[in-house]
């Protein structure tokens, strides 16, 4: 669906939905993936009604949890979400209630939204219309930055994410994610079978 969007799952899920493990199975999901190099973005979490649960959970490119936002912490009020990359720096708007900085640029979440009763679907709908994202400039009504290129993310195939193929995965994404002092001795070692940043990688040549 695009970066800086939700995609919902309106239906509630089935026993043969195999899309998330462990899945809750009285709350559809929703994901979303963000790219924060242009600007940060703003994350709107609704008030909800009395007695419904909603929660979402924010994660960088490490696998690092950023951020949980729910309808039991925030005490029923609405929450507004800055989520912002590396490179970000100023002060955020007053209406902001949170600030949330990553070390990776690109920035994944998911939306859970509980049912109100068995089958109650549509009120699920509802109240996933209700989440919003958008970009800083859009929140504060000014004209929007020049946009980043759209990222050139390879498809995702199963069989070679779980071989020796991964590293072509890894070193798609090692451009989003800000130099880190901590893993600067496992990259230089990782560089000699081919990981690095934005490189290409040929699994045939590993011996």
Not at 145 to 155: D, E
């Amino acid at each position: 669906g695009g970066f800086n969007r939700f995609a919902h799952q309106s239906a509630l899920p089935s026993p043969q939905d195999a899309t998330i493990r462990r899945r809750s199975y009285d709350a559809p999901y929703s994901r979303a993936w963000l790219d924060l190099r242009t600007e940060p973005m703003v994350f709107e979490f609704p008030a909800l009604p009395a007695g419904r649960f909603a929660v979402a959970q924010w994660f960088d490119l490490w696998g690092q949890n950023l951020a949980h936002v729910s309808s039991r912490a925030a005490a029923g009020k609405a929450q507004r979400v800055l989520i912002a990359g590396p490179d970000w720096k100023g002060p955020p708007p007053r209406s902001i209630d949170r600030v949330v900085q990553s070390s990776t640029s690109l920035v994944g979440g998911t939306l859970r939204v509980a049912a109100a009763t068995p089958g109650d679907g549509a009120s699920v709908a509802a109240l996933q219309a209700q989440f919003r994202l958008q970009p800083l400039s859009a929140f504060l009504k000014r004209p929007a930055p020049k946009a980043a290129p759209v990222p050139a993310l390879p498809r995702w195939d199963e069989a070679r994410g779980d071989g020796r193929d991964f590293v072509a995965y890894v070193n798609a994404l090692l451009p989003f994610v800000a130099p880190d002092p901590a893993e600067a001795i496992a990259l230089r070692r990782l560089a000699a079978i081919g990981m690095g940043a934005g490189r290409a990688f040929d699994a045939a040549t590993l011996h």
